[in-house]
T-cell receptor
Framework: EDQVTQSPEALRLQEGESSSLNCSYT??????LFWYRQDPGKGPEFLFT???AGEEKEKERLKATLTKKESFLHITAPKPEDSATYLC????????????FGTGTRLKVLA | DAGVTQSPTHLIKTRGQQVTLRCSPK?????VSWYQQALGQGPQFIFQ???????QRGNFPDRFSGHQFPNYSSELNVNALLLGDSALYLC???????????FGSGTRLTVV
């Protein structure tokens, strides 16, 4: 069964303290891995799509990487406004359109 | 450019009632997907609509049904509401290339 696991569940960082969030996946035929940011009571906001192992994407303080088994979201010198839940999702298999989401990592950045 | 619009934003219903949630996709998007997100959980796929047909369905009972209109907007209907149906319902639209969803802000449904 396709599965996505995110760790840690929660993370508290001091402003400027860099860290990484992990998304490990077990799927047949990865078609895409997606990172989203979600603020409380809001819908997920798209960050990155990764398609193949070795691929990297960057946006401001965020950098996403992908291997054959997992993806990392690296946060460099975070600010309090980076506080949110970060969700990872995969799309896998032929002829399937659904995303399978992990349960997310709740990030809190302290000033 | 308006993104994905969902209505209503909040809703309180009684067990056994029926509810209809609405979604207008982002301009240029023709595919609409619905997800259920329980508190503290990741979104769970309900179904996807394309060309006014249900293209794929997740593991949800038949009480959950939907519709897509010619203008690509969509409705999610839930019959015989249960307490466990309380969740944030998210609509996501995507363009013909299927390169990633844009989500709406969701409808918070509370069943009492």
């Amino acid at each position: 069964e396709d599965q996505v696991t995110q760790s840690p569940e929660a993370l508290r960082l001091q402003e400027g303290e860099s860290s990484s969030l992990n998304c490990s996946y077990t799927v047949s035929g990865l078609r895409g891995l997606f990172w989203y940011r979600q603020d409380p009571g809001k819908g997920p906001e798209f960050l990155f799509t990764l398609y193949s192992a070795g691929e990297e994407k960057e946006k401001e303080r965020l950098k996403a990487t992908l291997t054959k088994k997992e993806s990392f979201l690296h946060i460099t010198a975070p600010k309090p406004e980076d506080s949110a839940t970060y969700l990872c999702a995969v799309q896998a298999g032929t002829g399937t359109y659904k995303y399978i989401f992990g349960t997310g990592t709740r990030l809190k950045v302290l000033a | 450019d308006a993104g994905v619009t969902q209505s209503p934003t909040h809703l309180i219903k009684t067990r056994g009632q029926q509810v209809t949630l609405r979604c207008s996709p982002k301009s240029g998007h023709d595919t609409v997907s619905w997800y259920q997100q329980a508190l503290g959980q990741g979104p769970q796929f309900i179904f996807q609509y394309y060309e006014e047909e249900e293209r794929q369905r997740g593991n949800f009972p038949d009480r959950f049904s939907g519709h897509q209109f010619p203008n690509y907007s969509s409705e999610l209907n839930v019959n015989a509401l249960l307490l466990g149906d309380s969740a944030l319902y998210l609509c996501a639209s995507s363009p013909p290339s299927l390169t990633g969803y844009t989500f709406g802000s969701g409808t918070r449904l509370t069943v009492v």
